[in-house]
């Protein structure tokens, strides 16, 4: 790691930095339906009620967020892609609109289903609304049973050998800062890059944007036991404006992790570019609260994630001084 002497800490990021920071803009899951084919009249029913998996709410957020219809279609899609089924019956009464949630909250809280690519489709009974079958796409490193196979193991091996190193420290958060550094050092960001919102463009392919860097950090969190959430949000200029990047809606993701019973945003992504135009590694979006996440804003189902309060375990109270992302002047696109 490189070492920030204190006389840097009053420096103001210039223009260069403002710019780089923009580069964490990319597109993140947004399943859409691509098959609407109709039945015209559901089949009746034979087979016993599916009988749900139950996720532990507090390292699964997304899942306690949900009806218990749409927890039944969780936990359902979650079983089925979990096995590499690629189609399948939707053996509970769910609509699009509850199918949708579910999938989206699946997707945020298992980062370990990396081979899904944006698209699925369905098939549903016009006279009801409620779903049938449901057909998920796999990236093409995963498209047979066998490269998914394949797949897994490479991932598995990758992420094994990270977290036998981080669970070398102590403490979480000197594991947090050896998986975040691995992250930052080893990915270069891309907004072409592909699988970019898969923690596998992290992984294996070392290319990917805000949606890898943050899918990739919480996997490996998660593998060394602690609690850490994906978060969806945007980027907003401090006059209100969208700050610039490939992605002219915004849409930003970060991380959120427990540490004692006190949660914090981390935001890799961020303080990589950082770094990289400042020419050494610093750390200011390291376990911020919530109140100096300058221009990260929340949405959609994130809004309901607790509150980071705390600012005991960032960067500069933990491991020495750095640049603060106050001192960071952000400007509109």
């Not at 945020?108 to 698209?119: C, G, I, R, S, V």
């Not at 394949?150 to 594991?175: G, Q, V």
């Not at 294996?204 to 919480?218: D, E, L, M, P, W």
């Not at 991380?255 to 200011?284: E, F, K, Q, R």
Request: net charge negative; glycine share 6%; with cysteine.
């Amino acid at each position: 790691m490189h070492k920030i002497s204190s006389k840097l800490i009053c420096l103001i990021m210039t223009a260069a930095l403002l710019i780089a920071l923009t580069g964490c803009l990319g597109t993140d899951y947004s399943l859409e339906s691509t098959e609407k084919s109709a039945r015209t009249s559901k089949t009746s029913e034979t087979t016993s009620p599916y009988v749900r998996m139950e996720f532990d709410t507090a390292k699964y957020p997304y899942y306690s967020m949900l009806s218990e219809t749409e927890k039944n279609a969780y936990s359902l899609i979650y079983e089925e892609l979990n096995k590499g089924s690629r189609k399948f019956s939707c053996r509970v009464d769910v609509t699009a609109d509850q199918l949708s949630k579910a999938i989206d909250s699946v997707l945020n809280d298992h980062p370990e289903l990396f081979w899904l690519d944006n698209n699925y489709g369905y098939t549903y009974d016009p006279s009801g609304g409620n779903i049938r079958e449901l057909s998920f796409t796999f990236f093409d490193f995963a498209d047979t049973p066998e490269k998914l196979e394949a797949a897994r193991a490479e991932f598995s091996r990758a992420a094994d050998t990270i977290t036998a190193k981080a669970l070398t420290y102590n403490s979480i958060t000197d594991r947090e800062l050896y998986i975040h550094d691995y992250i930052c050092q080893n990915t270069e960001y891309d907004a072409d890059a592909p699988y970019n919102q898969s923690a596998y463009s992290v992984l294996v392919t070392h290319k990917s944007v805000c949606a890898g860097y943050a899918r990739c950090f919480q996997y490996l969190m998660q593998k060394t036991g602690a609690t850490c959430y994906y978060v969806t949000g945007r980027t907003e200029g401090t006059s209100g404006g969208v700050v610039g990047g490939s992605n002219s809606d915004g849409s930003h993701s970060w991380n959120m992790l427990l540490i004692n019973g006190v949660y914090c945003n981390v935001d890799c992504l961020w303080d990589d570019t950082a770094s990289d135009t400042y020419g050494s590694a610093i750390y200011p979006f390291f376990n911020l609260p919530d109140s100096e996440m300058v221009n990260h804003v929340r949405i959609e189902m994130a809004v309901n994630l607790p509150s980071c309060s705390s600012d005991e375990y960032r960067y500069s109270k933990q491991f020495g001084p750095t640049i603060e992302a106050s001192s960071i002047i952000f400007a509109d696109a």
